[in-house]
């Protein structure tokens, strides 16, 4: 992901005054997610953007270790949580490839908006499955424009060198899918909200 921290630093800003684009989904998104933690749980949210998703989820698990490879976006979750008294969450600047955790470790990953704009999904998401206890959740929201949107490859790179655009995969929700599962993931939930975006819990074996 080297480079891809300063288009996100330069919209940071921007970004965290940027409204949910579907409320409604992103609510049930929450709602779902929740019916997996248990309040002594440990959380780890990678790609946690200004921080939002974490503060929504702290009242439900023990602590939520959340990171950005943007520092501008990391600054603004630290603000935010302090405004709202949260203090159980815990926010640090790092990328996917930098995370120093213990294999087995935590009971949930959340990747939110993360997997399409990683180098290589497949050592993501197996690093993913060495971190979590057996029985732990990973939770995905991930933009598949391999489905109805393949013009993108063409367009992706330009935007990239322009600065308009950070980088991004494509790949089809089935490639997605068995992504997870050959890592060793079982999916229990998958939902399609919108054309492009595919909502996945997926576990791992106790």
Known sequence: MAGSHRFWDRIAERYAKKP????AAYQRKLAVTREHFRPDMTVLEIGCGTGSTAIAHAPYVAR???TDISKNMIEIATRKAAA???KNVTFECCSVEELDVARESVDAVL???L????????AAIARIHDMLRPGGVFVSNT??????????RFVGPLGRWLGVFPLV????????????????FEIEHAWQPHKQVVFIIASKAR
């Open 20 to 23: 949910v684009g579907d409320e």
């Open 64 to 66: 939520i270790r959340a």
């Open 84 to 86: 709202a008294g949260v």
């Open 111 to 113: 990747a939110l908006s």
């Open 115 to 122: 997997l399409h704009l990683l180098e290589d999904k497949e």
């Open 143 to 152: 933009v598949c424009l391999g489905d109805n949107m393949r013009w993108f």
């Open 169 to 184: 995969r494509i790949f089809t929700r089935q490639e997605l899918e068995q992504s997870l599962t050959g890592a060793g």
